[in-house]
């Protein structure tokens, strides 16, 4: 079975502080992950997915396969950045099925 | 271009009744994915559609199904609603442009209330 934990629902850092949102995973073979970010009263959207390996609104994520984690990291916190982000895992749930399984989500508040 | 829609917005039903709902996505886009969202269970997966194919589904019981349309819109259906499926019910649009470029969109959501 494969399993997202986002150990943090709320977390709230100073504008220019710098952002880490926690992600570890369970999964048994090569997982492909993703951020997702909701904005209030907007729609959810994807932020990254880490095959691309590309920074978006200046976060980046790296997968750590030994300790299983993609922390979401970003220098420095704008008040923009206040949103519920959610991490996602795409893994085989058996017989050439893909199952995408979300994490519980963390609020990021940025404090002015 | 025209992001995802989603109809209707919002529904109440009955227990044991059923619905559908319809999303269309955006235009040149295969892959359409169903979502559930609930306060206490979160985002949950339910299953994806591709050229009219069902090709990855969740862990939802047979009452939630859905179907694809030759021009890429979808349904999804649950039947004999209970009251654990009021949620707010997202679809997704996809495409993988290469193996290292790929785009996804959100409608807005279409709220079930099951009273």
């Known amino acids: 079975a494969q399993r997202v934990t986002q150990p943090e629902k709320l977390l709230s850092v100073f504008k220019g502080a710098p952002v880490e949102l926690k992600c570890n995973y369970s999964y048994s073979g090569s997982p492909e992950l993703f951020w997702y970010v909701q904005y209030s009263r907007q729609r959810l959207q994807l932020l990254l997915r880490h095959i691309s390996r590309e920074s978006i609104k200046g976060f980046t994520a790296d997968l750590n396969k030994g300790e299983t984690s993609f922390h979401l990291k970003k220098p420095f916190a704008q008040e923009e950045d206040s949103a519920m982000y959610y991490c996602a895992l795409s893994g085989n749930s058996g017989a050439g099925s893909y199952q995408l399984t979300f994490g519980k989500g963390t609020k990021l508040s940025v404090i002015p | 271009k025209a992001g995802v829609t989603q109809t209707p917005r919002y529904l109440i039903k009955t227990r044991g009744q059923q619905v559908t709902l319809s999303c269309s996505p955006i235009s040149g886009h295969r892959s359409v994915s169903w979502y559930q969202q609930t306060p206490g269970q979160g985002l949950q997966f339910l299953f994806e559609y591709f050229s009219e194919t069902q090709r990855n589904k969740g862990n939802f019981p047979g009452r939630f199904s859905g179907r694809q349309f030759s021009n890429s819109r979808s349904e999804m259906n649950v039947s004999t609603l209970e009251l654990g499926d009021s949620a707010l019910y997202l679809c997704?649009?996809?495409?993988?442009?290469?193996?290292?470029?790929?785009?996804?969109?959100f409608g807005p959501g279409t709220r079930l209330t099951v009273t």
């Open positions: 997704a649009s996809s495409l993988y442009t290469d193996s290292n470029s790929y785009e996804q969109y």
